[in-house]
């Protein structure tokens, strides 16, 4: 499973905007479409655990695995 790091490493390289950094980072991506996407990233150090890393690459990043290891 991947770390929030690695979370953070991927939307930094895939031109998410860090638009809020408090406890936790919040990133935002306006699509071509003109939709956002939007998710938020622990200062944590520790693995993403499994059930909310399957939502966030669903749900959120709307990406496959592939695509996220590519880009971090």
């Not at 520790?46 to 971090?72: C, P, R, S």
Request: with cysteine.
């Amino acid at each position: 499973m991947p770390k929030w790091k690695d979370l953070k490493r991927f939307c930094d390289a895939d031109g998410w905007e860090c638009y809020k950094s408090t406890d936790h980072y919040f990133y935002r991506k306006k699509m071509a479409d003109g939709t956002i996407k939007r998710t938020k990233v622990s200062r944590g150090s520790g693995e993403i655990h499994a059930h909310m890393w399957k939502e966030i690459l669903k749900n959120q990043l709307q990406v496959t695995e592939d695509y996220f290891n590519k880009m971090i």
